[in-house]
């Protein structure tokens, strides 16, 4: 079975669908330490004057260990500014109007842990891409370790046995931990095309919503092309 091991992120780009894609079983990293500047509460818009932040205000309580899953949204006003600004960054897309609402139900009533919003929203969006992939978040797996030790059993436990990783992986996955189990791996590349954009020069690493209001059911020919998931 293909499979995937990835951190949840607030509104991916288009890369993280692409695994999801590829994937049968795709398992959300959410028990693992919280990186306080990287994806997991925060992603881009491209506006008129450029890519911008939308981020999602969370409390850490001082601790640098505190897990993805355990991460607390730190108030209720973001969800109003965030839908606002979506809405006037994308209202003129061609494609607004199939996905506005979808979308707006994100921001209605938010739960108050990070990863319940951000993962939930990620299967929504795998949804409206039509993505037939099963979800399962490892922190309801009981299954400790380290590394890529770690990550080998939460493969065993599930039943991935060819594993599907980012390209960043290369520089500290131990290759040789997969191989004495059988699993075989297969490394991401993200060798995309333009698509059309609202505001100028292209801006390829932006949220998947920018892919979704601007090529609607086309969206998926932007990221896998006709290729069909892996058997």
């Given at each position: ?157 599930v039943g ?7 390209p960043s ?48 059911p086309e ?13």
């Amino acid at each position: 079975m293909n499979g995937a091991i990835l951190q949840p992120s607030y509104i991916p780009w288009r890369g993280f669908f692409h695994q999801i894609q590829k994937s049968e079983m795709f398992v959300f990293y959410d028990d693992v330490q919280f990186d306080k500047h990287g994806w997991r509460n925060r992603n881009q818009l491209k506006g008129a004057n450029g890519p911008f932040w939308l981020t999602i205000p969370v409390q850490t309580r001082g601790s640098l260990e505190t897990p993805i899953h355990e991460i607390q949204i730190a108030d209720d006003r973001w969800p109003r500014k965030h839908w606002s600004s979506i809405e006037q960054t994308y209202k003129k897309a061609p494609h607004f109007a199939r996905y506005a609402e979808l979308v707006r139900s994100f921001y209605d009533k938010p739960p108050s842990l990070l990863a319940d919003f951000t993962i939930d929203t990620t299967i929504a969006l795998a949804g409206a891409l039509d993505l037939p992939t099963k979800f399962l978040r490892s922190s309801t797996l009981g299954i400790e370790g380290k590394k890529t030790e770690r990550i080998v059993a939460i493969m065993e436990k599930v039943g991935i046995t060819h594993y599907i990783s980012g390209p960043s992986a290369k520089s500290y996955i131990e290759e040789d931990l997969l191989t004495a189990k059988g699993i075989s791996l297969e490394y991401m590349t993200y060798d995309y095309q333009p698509y059309p954009q609202l505001h100028g020069a292209f801006e390829g690493a932006v949220s998947i919503l920018d892919l979704l209001f601007m090529t609607g059911p086309e969206a998926g020919t932007h990221i896998w092309g006709q290729d069909s998931r892996p058997k």
